[in-house]
């Protein structure tokens, strides 16, 4: 039966995807690296996302951009389709995000539903990279249709991780873009009472040991307010979610029940730095950076 949801979520998010990229396709930069890393406005601390139903107690190894300056990062920046929305997004303190060693943290939420996890300890991971396999093969002839390069899933980085406890499922991607270095994809999703706050890493996978340790972070200071979290389901008010765990980790069930949000996680999937140019250029953007972090 899985089988069939993804087949028909791939025909769907195709079209999507095929449309979105036609319609725009991010530009080469025409300012300079300097002048990008001024535009942006770096938060620390308590961050309530726009929506209201998170909070992110940031540590000091961590940033967060608006949703606008997170769209800057990833059009702009990085080269993905234009036109997705976002609750913003999470980058190190330590590391410019237009860097080599730059990544991020994409924020979204899905508000389809409370997601039952009842098949948390049936699902055979093993078939469902299979699957997700071949929807990736398949996407890419829209992909190439749409004037953008192939993206392949190679398999698992950490095979997927549901605590019962908190609430909170992790998992890593590794997928091929035809550049030198494959694309680590690392994604935490927080079950909350009416959907699923839904955060995707995106880096180099040189950077996978780092990440890991990273996202460890993330996963704690992470949390739905109350109200909104996992133990505020109210069974008799509140809707229930067409899907479980398992469609989680495939990514598109959204696209399926006419949501964006688990598509985007799909369409972000690869960090093309466009200012590589102007970062040569620059010998003194780290320092740059550096001193925009102590304002």
Known sequence: MFKKISLSILLVGAAIFSHLAIAQKSEEPKQTAEAFLASIKFQQGSIKLPNGVATLNLP????????????????????????????GMLVPSNTSPLSESGWGVIITYDESGHVKDDDADSINYDDLLKDMKEASVAANEERKKAGYGEMNLVGWAERPSYDKQTHKYFWAKELSTGQTENTLNYSIRVLGRKGVLVLNAVAGMKQIAAIKQEMKSVVAFTEFVEGNRYTDFNSSTDKVAEYGLAALVAGGVAAKLGFFGKLFALLIAFKKLLFVGAIAVFAGIAKFFKKKEST
């Open 60 to 87: 000091e190894t961590f940033r967060y951009l608006s949703p606008d300056d997170a769209d800057k990062i990833l059009v702009q920046a990085w080269g993905n389709p234009p036109g997705a929305k976002t609750l």
